[in-house]
């Protein structure tokens, strides 16, 4: 069946640096969603891609969409210990569901 | 406005038991989803609703049941509890009728012994 992967399934890093994890569909998206889940917490909507090749920002994240719409990316620039938790990103499955990835836990170092 | 509300919170099982999972959001939402997440996993859909009175099974259902009682409200029954059902349990709601952003409850995290 369709499965959404992400790479790496965990980061450490110390604050300042930066992170960047990947996404990658095993089929054609019509759009991808991006979630974030503090620890403990509940997943939150970020962003949501439609177009080939967009590029949206928010603040120091930026969120890529494959030209051919079967891979996306989220880059966080210079990390803060407040960007600590899992990283999700969804895309529709063949029913129209959202099928979500399999997360990319980011730990910040101060 | 709560948003998308759960209850319990926390709750233990003993095998065998039956319990429901009550969910409920206030931001006339169509679609409903329940969805478990297991330790260091992603999140698996078990049931989802895209309107007052239908009801669709998602990627895991067996086990549960699940009632949209009205627009509002959509509850998750476990009619036999097992241990491989210990997991925490979240419900979420999107405002329309396709793969829309979802707004998730606080969870409710299932303990069966």
């Known amino acids: 069946g369709q499965q959404v992967m992400q790479i790496p399934q965990y980061q450490h890093v110390q604050e300042g640096e930066d992170f960047t994890t990947y996404c990658n569909s095993s089929?054609?998206?019509?759009?991808i969603q991006w979630y974030k889940q503090r620890p403990g917490g509940h997943p939150v909507f970020l962003i949501q891609?439609?177009?080939?090749?967009e590029v949206k920002k928010q603040k120091r994240l930026t969120f890529q969409f494959g030209e051919a719409k079967k891979n996306s990316s989220l880059h966080i620039t210079a990390t803060q210990t407040t960007d600590v938790g899992t990283y999700f990103c969804?895309?529709?499955?063949?029913?129209?569901?959202?099928?979500f990835g399999t997360g990319t836990r980011l730990q910040v170092f101060p | 406005n709560a948003g998308v509300t759960q209850t319990p919170k926390f709750q233990v099982l003993k095998t065998g038991q039956s319990m429901t999972l009550q969910c409920a959001q206030d931001?006339?939402?169509?679609?409903m989803y329940w969805y478990r997440q297991d330790p260091g996993m992603g999140l698996r859909l078990i049931y989802y609703?895209?309107?007052?009175?239908?009801?669709d099974k998602g990627e895991v259902p067996n086990g549960y049941n699940v009632s949209r009682l009205n627009k509002r409200e959509f509850s998750l029954r476990l009619e036999s509890a097992a241990p491989s059902q210990t997991s925490v349990y979240f419900c979420?709601?999107?405002?329309?009728?396709?793969?829309?952003?979802?707004?998730f409850g606080p969870g409710t995290r299932l303990t069966v012994t």
């Open positions: 979420a709601s999107s405002p329309g009728l396709g793969p829309d952003e979802q707004y």
């Open positions: 089929t054609t998206l019509s759009n």
């Open positions: 891609l439609v177009k080939s090749g």
């Open positions: 969804a895309g529709p499955g063949n029913t129209d569901k959202l099928i």
């Open positions: 931001m006339n939402h169509n679609s």
């Open positions: 609703s895209a309107s007052e009175g239908t009801t």
